[in-house]
């Protein structure tokens, strides 16, 4: 009988111990901010385009990371005149779109 509960106790345990090996993933986590390039370390939206561009839209501007930096996007010609970046949106034909908190909406190309 003490023979039977250790086998199902050893058995039980191993189980246990296989299963927990197999499914621990690491996620590797890098935080950027402002020294790493990024416009304002508070974010409104973030998208990964069709190249694998992430477009992170902030209230100071709008930056792309290239998977090793950070680049701002100047606004042309003063067409947004506020740099709050509220939302972003990549269409069926990969043009980003830009929503400003004054509800007003640009292309990228």
Do not use: C
């Amino acid at each position: 009988m003490l023979n039977k509960r250790f086998q199902t106790f050893l058995f039980i345990t191993l189980i246990i111990i296989s299963s927990k090996g197999e499914s621990a993933d690491y996620i590797k986590l890098t935080q950027f901010n402002t020294d790493d390039g990024l416009s304002q370390n508070s974010i409104n939206h973030i998208i990964q385009d069709n190249d694998g561009f992430l477009w992170i839209a902030t209230q100071q501007g709008l930056n792309r990371y290239d998977g090793y930096r950070i680049s701002t996007i100047d606004s042309p010609d003063g067409i947004l005149e506020n740099n709050s970046i509220e939302f972003l949106w990549e269409d069926s034909k990969g043009l980003i779109w830009i929503s400003t908190d004054t509800n007003k909406s640009f292309i990228l190309k």
